[in-house]
């Protein structure tokens, strides 16, 4: 059982996994070298335990403790319990979904061993926006995509922020990190993928024309929000494929394209 601990000093160091949450550079630098990460919120939590990730600590408000009892019981960690006002002066920021928790990161797998077993992978390039990281994420995992492969300079999937607009699928959906860009792109088809790249070109092919969800291993590579996929990654694809718009749209917000190219490329699509 964990130990239940009241603090009431923002500066106590017991503190120091949960203080300056809203700097985004400093959780950038400090959570991987630390090996910790941030799980807001009940649901959250939950689910990063259940997806086996070990708790260094537990940061409560007072009306959080009954409601996660069995997490406490079960966590060999300690929980802190504070004030709500504690929790917005060590964090930054107002806390109010009540229940924050420093969760130990484990060592990625190699691309090749997540390869594979899989059929659906998403390959990310320069996908740097949290808030994206995490909707993709979240839409790979409700739409039966098998992994996902990020490129050196996309943002880290277990930032707060990402963790917490997944709702968590960043522990469902395995994932590595691909040492050379855009060199890794051919290990990706050594293991059988088609390398369909997702952009707004003209020159691109109709998603649904080309029946990605007929192949039988797919690899739907994304770029960030406007600048889209570069030069040497849409010529290391094996072909391009855009989502028709309407009424004079030119593009979708990444996250919502990744969504609709998902589901285009799922295997249980009824046949056409």
């Known amino acids: 059982m964990a130990d239940l601990i009241t603090i009431d000093d923002p500066e106590d160091p017991r503190l120091s996994d949960y203080t300056g949450l809203t700097d985004v550079e400093l959780r950038r630098r400090r959570e991987p070298a630390e090996g910790l990460f941030i799980a807001e919120g009940e649901k959250v939590i939950r689910r990063a335990r259940q997806?086996?990730?070990?708790?260094?600590?537990?940061?409560?408000?007072?009306?959080?403790?009954?409601?996660?009892?069995?997490?406490?019981?079960?966590?060999?960690?300690?929980?802190?319990?504070?004030?709500?006002?504690?929790?917005?002066?060590?964090?930054?920021?107002?806390?109010?979904?009540?229940?924050?928790?420093?969760?130990?990161?484990?060592?990625?797998?190699?691309?090749?061993?997540?390869?594979?077993?899989?059929?659906?992978?998403?390959?990310?390039?320069?996908?740097?926006?949290?808030?994206?990281?995490?909707?993709?994420?979240?839409?790979?995992?409700?739409?039966?995509?098998?992994?996902?492969?990020?490129?050196?300079?996309?943002?880290?999937?277990?930032y707060r922020r990402s963790v917490k607009v997944s709702m968590g699928a960043v522990f469902s959906v395995p994932y590595a990190r691909l040492e050379?860009?855009?060199?890794?792109?051919?290990?990706?088809?050594?293991?059988?993928?088609r390398l369909l790249a997702l952009t707004p070109d003209e020159k691109a092919s109709a998603i649904d024309d080309v029946a990605p969800h007929r192949l039988d291993r797919v690899a739907l590579m994304l770029g960030a929000e406007g600048d889209g996929l570069s030069r040497k990654a849409l010529a290391a694809a094996d072909e391009w494929v855009r989502i028709p718009m309407a009424h004079g749209v030119d593009s979708l917000n990444v996250g919502a394209a990744a969504a609709v190219a998902f589901y285009a490329v799922a295997t249980g699509r009824p046949q056409s």
Request: contains cysteine; hydrophobic residues 45%.
């Open 180 to 193: 050379s860009w855009p060199k890794d792109l051919e290990q990706v088809r050594e293991a059988g993928f």
């Open 51 to 158: 997806a086996g990730y070990e708790m260094r600590s537990m940061l409560l408000s007072a009306k959080w403790v009954d409601v996660m009892r069995d997490v406490i019981d079960e966590a060999p960690a300690p929980v802190y319990t504070v004030s709500p006002d504690l929790a917005e002066r060590v964090t930054g920021y107002h806390v109010h979904r009540g229940a924050l928790a420093s969760m130990q990161r484990r060592p990625l797998p190699a691309a090749g061993d997540l390869l594979a077993p899989a059929r659906r992978v998403v390959v990310m390039e320069a996908v740097n926006d949290h808030t994206n990281i995490g909707a993709i994420f979240r839409s790979a995992a409700a739409l039966g995509m098998d992994a996902v492969l990020l490129s050196p300079d996309c943002a880290d999937p277990l």
